[in-house]
């Protein structure tokens, strides 16, 4: 089910769709299409996009990931992840340069959909998340700062350190009139939920703050002060000029905003999920978040992805199928045609406290703080991530932050593989008493000798496993291996065996293996290793191949051949 390529508007349809969910749908779209324009437009400005931009991403992603969508109730838009990227983008390639970047990531995410990755997104380290949201949260908050305290500056640098260092230097500058909006702002959404959680308090706050700067016609900027009149109509749909020289530019800002857009898609189709007992097909999602991301860019639009906030918001009032989501996308239409020149009469204070509150919710502070609890390997991953979205840019911290965790991971797998000299187990107080196969219960002639492989064998452990293998002083007549533990293997594993074979053919030792678990062995038969051994020389346990070793040596058996410690079971 997860799997398919087939919308969930499809299978709603199939299932059979009446009015009295189409009433609920409709309640839902449109609260969230009144919430989605203060968001829009808050998010395009913060990007460096026109306000307008926002507005156009809305309406064209959340129209075609409801209607495409593997989720029954996302609602996509832009959002706060992209603000920094699409930001940087901009000022270093133009919106030419961003333009192009969200395309080929809207090819990107249909690839990864069309080729079924949505299972290995979701495989993306927790500290990296968290990480580069709350560094997010803080850099978002940062670029408000002059919007809420009435600032003016005749340059805002890029750098986050310097833009402290400005906001030090302006202290004693604060336009009293700018901040005392900003806090009736921020006071109105903080305990309009009290009074009705129905009514989002941002709507309350833009209302109310656009009413007393108009009445009283106050002196503070406006968007239509800062970006002109806002349009009341959809731009004319235009491919973006583009040259093969900027292509190879943006590919990383490309990269990272498909990946950015496929981790906060799919995390918001999780949360749906997790509020409303249904799972969304994550292949599908992803290729309808990269055709929405195609789509918007043919009307002037910027990056955009499924929307937590919106989503949560969209469900608690009712949401059951994506038509929610449709009618989202035609309240906003609907707002852009009747009530643009009033939305351009929105004070830039109000939308600098609304993108201020959505930081405090971005930042997950709590999770934050107690990933420091967590092994110190995922406290680097969070503090590596975190500082380089604050002070480098977010691909660098996306990258960095996803290879120092593989490695980390890998150096855990290291340490849990390794190789044991069992002759030395005998004298092992801490081994298993109750295991049936336990070493210290058999006796090892001294032409014998017994190593046991505990863990993955991969390229990290191959070194571990031929360091182990020089323990032994003399050459033996047989070397058995055991690989009962051995979950799996790869090519460098399977390389560091081969070398084990041909050494023990050179020094005439017979390489025995006992124990090996029924899907490693597909693998080494696959591999062609199993041949070159020769299935006679594998063993279902241990015990099997001590009795052919004695054979072999022309030792006596073991006394323990026909008791209760000769097991002729596997391992």
């Known amino acids: 089910m997860e799997n398919r390529l087939i919308p969930s508007l499809w299978t709603v349809f199939k299932e059979g769709y009446n009015f009295a969910t189409f009433a609920k749908d409709s309640l839902a779209g449109l609260i969230v299409g009144i919430l989605s324009i203060p968001m829009a437009i808050s998010f395009a400005i913060a990007s460096g996009a026109r306000p307008e931009q926002g507005i156009f991403t809305a309406i064209i992603a959340g129209f075609l990931v409801s209607l495409l969508g593997g989720s029954r109730v996302q609602v996509a838009g832009p959002t706060g992840a992209f603000v920094i ?70 340059s805002f640098p890029p750098e986050f350190h310097k833009r402290w260092a400005l906001f030090a230097s302006h202290c004693t500058s604060i336009d009293l009139i700018t901040f005392s909006i900003a806090l009736i702002s921020l006071a109105i959404m903080v305990f309009w939920p009290k009074i009705s959680k129905r009514i989002p308090g941002a709507i309350v706050a833009i209302l ?4 007393l700067v108009q009445l009283f016609h106050l002196p503070i ?3 239509k002060d800062r970006f002109g009149s806002i349009p009341t109509s959809l731009p004319s749909p235009m491919m973006p000029s583009w040259n093969i020289d900027l292509v190879l530019r943006v590919i990383p800002s490309a990269i990272a905003i498909a990946l950015l857009a496929g981790i906060e898609s799919l995390l918001s189709a999780v949360v749906a999920d997790g509020m409303t007992g249904r799972r969304h097909r994550s292949n599908m999602e992803l290729l309808a978040q990269g055709l929405a991301n195609i789509g918007t860019i043919f009307f002037a639009g910027i990056p955009a992805t499924g929307a937590i906030a919106r989503t949560a918001t969209n469900i608690k ?5 994506p038509i929610a989501g449709i009618v989202n996308a035609v309240v906003l239409l609907m707002i852009l045609f009747f009530f643009g020149n009033w939305v351009s009469c929105i004070p830039m204070v109000t939308l600098a406290a609304i993108l201020a509150v959505i930081a405090y919710n971005m930042s997950e502070w709590r999770h934050f703080a107690r990933l420091f609890k967590s092994p110190k390997s995922d406290v680097a991953v969070l503090l590596a991530t975190f500082f380089l979205t604050v002070f480098v840019d977010l ?3 996306i990258e960095v932050g996803i290879i120092l ?29 109750e295991d049936p196969f336990a070493i210290s219960s058999r006796k090892i002639p001294e032409d014998i000798e017994v190593f046991e492989i505990f863990g993955p064998l991969f390229f990290g452990a191959t070194e571990n496993f031929r360091s182990a293998l020089t323990r032994i002083n003399r050459v033996p007549k047989v070397l058995i291996l055991r690989m009962r533990h ?43 290793f199993l041949k070159k051994v020769g299935q006679e020389y594998c063993f279902a346990n241990i015990d099997a ?24 079971t596997t391992e």
């Open 221 to 223: 900027e406006t968007v």
């Open 545 to 568: 191949a001590l009795l052919f070793a004695h054979k072999a040596c022309n030792l006596p058996l073991p006394e323990a051949e026909n008791s209760s410690n000769f097991c002729p």
């Open 486 to 528: 051995v979950s799996t293997i790869d090519a460098s594993g399977l390389r560091a065996l081969e070398d084990l074979l041909t050494k023990s053919q050179k020094e005439k030792t017979l390489l025995l293996f006992s124990g090996i678990p029924h899907s490693l062995k597909e693998t080494l038969k696959r591999s062609g």
């Open 395 to 397: 691909v660098t911290a």
């Open 85 to 154: 990227l699409v930001h940087t983008t901009i000022q270093q390639f133009g919106y030419e340069g961003l333009a192009i970047s969200t395309l080929l990531a809207g090819v990107f995410l249909c690839l990864m959909g069309f080729f079924r990755f949505g299972a290995f997104i979701k495989f993306i380290p927790y500290p990296v998340t968290i990480g580069f949201t709350s560094g997010l949260a803080l850099v978002i908050f940062t670029g408000q700062i002059p919007d809420l305290f009435g600032l003016k500056f005749t």
């Open 317 to 321: 009032n009712g949401a059951v199928t």
């Open 405 to 433: 965790a593989s490695f980390l991971f890998l150096n855990k797998l290291v340490k849990s593989s390794k190789l044991r000299y069992l002759k030395e187990a005998l004298k092992d107080e801490e081994e298993d008493k």
């Open 208 to 211: 109310l703050t656009t009413a």
